[in-house]
């Protein structure tokens, strides 16, 4: 090595020393931080509140029904209240439909939840106030993707001895009720080309109950509903199904005597009867994006009791 050589090296070697010495300290300190920090939010997440944890997972959880605007009949309580929660939870914005005055207080729950939602009291038997309900929904929120038709009531006697009215109520209620309200709906769902209708039946239609002919009569006519629509909005971007739920621990299954719940529990493969939850979860399923290649179905929310 010549003395030009040996001069440039010694000065140029110095330098380079310097720099990894720093570049290594640097990288040291860098990852001192790092681990530092993760530390910290470790320690502060153990720490937080409940709610504050909830709101994390929120945060990074996606929302299956996120911005969706969906009505729910029948939401005062019940299983309609339990799915009007749970909606709202995963980011729908809920319309609450009953024609009992404590819709009023689940929209206010959903509220209080920090969720959007609107109550109309509206009686789904009357097709006016249907039609005057999906209008004020449409100039809220602009769309309408998801109709649960929950309402439904009961009037239990055997054949002999049922009334008219008894007859009469049930079916405008459970049947009627949904005509009006899926034409009302489907007519802003076909324009959109999208929308999800959920029809509430029940494991009476397929089975039969003792002292419930109204009743059968109805459930089993939304499952006909249910496969006709199908065919006829399923090219429209329109899904329509069905959900028939076993004996769910409602005020309404409440009202049927003691020994004959427990006999329904002993005959069902899991050992209980239904919660709300049960049904609710299902429906919002069906209502998500998860279920986009299902239509005209039916399915058996009942334990296995009809195995």
Not at 75 to 86: F, T, V
Not at 161 to 180: H, R, S
Not at 271 to 290: C, M
């Amino acid at each position: 090595m010549s003395e030009k050589q040996m001069l440039s090296f010694t000065h140029y070697f110095p330098s380079m020393y310097l720099f990894y010495l720093y570049s290594f300290y640097y990288y040291q300190f860098i990852n001192i931080l790092k681990l530092t920090t993760q530390a910290l939010i470790k320690q502060h997440t153990q720490r937080a509140s409940p709610e504050v944890k909830k709101l994390r997972i929120l945060e990074v959880k996606k929302l299956r029904l996120e911005n969706k605007v969906a009505i729910i009949t029948g939401s005062a309580k019940g299983i309609g209240r339990e799915a009007a929660l749970l909606f709202a939870e995963e980011g729908a914005k809920v319309v609450v439909i009953d024609v009992d005055e404590g819709g009023s207080e689940t929209a206010e729950e959903i509220k209080n939840m920090g969720h959007e939602s609107l109550f109309v009291k509206t009686d789904v038997c009357n097709k006016e106030q249907v039609q005057d309900m999906v209008k004020k929904v449409v100039e809220r929120f602009g769309k309408i993707d998801v109709l649960i038709n929950n309402a439904g009531i009961i009037r239990d006697s055997t054949l002999l001895k049922m009334t008219e009215e008894q007859w009469d109520k049930v079916i405008d209620t459970n049947l009627k009720g949904v005509f009006n309200c899926t034409q009302a709906v489907a007519e802003v769902m076909v324009k959109q080309g999208y929308g999800k209708i959920i029809n509430t039946s029940s494991i009476v239609a397929l089975y039969g109950n003792f002292g419930q002919a109204n009743y059968a009569a109805s459930k089993a006519g939304l499952i006909g509903f249910t496969k006709t629509l199908a065919k006829e909005l399923g090219r429209k971007g329109i899904r329509v199904n069905a959900v028939a739920p076993g004996f769910v621990l409602t005020d309404m299954v409440r009202s049927v005597p003691e020994k004959v719940l427990e006999m329904v529990k002993e005959k069902t493969p899991i050992g209980r009867l239904g919660q709300p939850k049960d049904i609710a979860n299902v429906y919002l399923f069906l209502a998500s994006d998860e279920s986009d290649y299902i239509n005209g179905a039916v399915l058996s929310v009942d334990g296995g009791l009809t195995l």
